[in-house]
Nanobody
Framework: QLQASGGGLVQAGDSLRLSCAAS????????MAWFRQTPGKEREFVAA????????NYADSVKGRFTISRDSVKNTVALQMNSLKPEDTAVYYC????????????????WGQGTLVTVSS
C-alpha cells in the first residue's frame, strides 16, 4: 500500500514537501517514483529513487528544483519541491515497481491515491 500526503495551496516560489508511506513491499528491490497529472493530460513522470542504491532520476522540468529521498527506517519517500511554479500544479501520485526505474506509468503496478498541489501565480 502507498499513502501520499502533503499537498496544498502555495504561491509561486514557495516550497512544499510531499510524503509517501509505503508498506507491504520488498523494499530492497523497489523503485519508488512520483508522477503528476493535470486535467486532460496524461500522467507524467516527475522523479524516482532506487530503494537499494538511492540512485535518483528526474524529469527535465523539475531538475534542480525537486529532490526525491527515502527514509529506510520509516519506509517513506519524500518529494521536496522548491521554487514552485504555476505549471507544477497537478495531482501528485507516488508509485512503486520492482527493480529498475521506468518513466512509464504502465510499468508501475502500485499506486497511492494522489495529493493535490496548487501553485498560484
Amino acid at each position: 500500500q502507498l499513502q501520499a500526503s502533503g499537498g496544498g495551496l502555495v504561491q509561486a516560489g514557495d516550497s512544499l514537501r510531499l510524503s509517501c508511506a509505503a508498506s507491504g513491499l520488498t523494499f530492497s528491490s523497489v523503485t519508488m517514483a512520483w508522477f503528476r497529472q493535470t486535467p486532460g493530460k496524461e500522467r507524467e513522470f516527475v522523479a524516482a529513487i532506487s530503494w537499494r542504491s538511492g540512485y535518483t532520476n528526474y524529469a527535465d522540468s523539475v531538475k534542480g528544483r525537486f529532490t526525491i529521498s527515502r527514509d529506510s527506517v520509516k519506509n517513506t519517500v519524500a518529494l521536496q519541491m522548491n521554487s514552485l511554479k504555476p505549471e507544477d500544479t497537478a495531482v501528485y501520485y507516488c508509485a512503486a515497481r520492482l527493480y529498475s526505474t521506468s518513466y512509464f506509468t504502465s510499468q508501475y503496478p502500485y499506486w497511492g491515491q494522489g495529493t493535490l498541489v496548487t501553485v498560484s501565480s
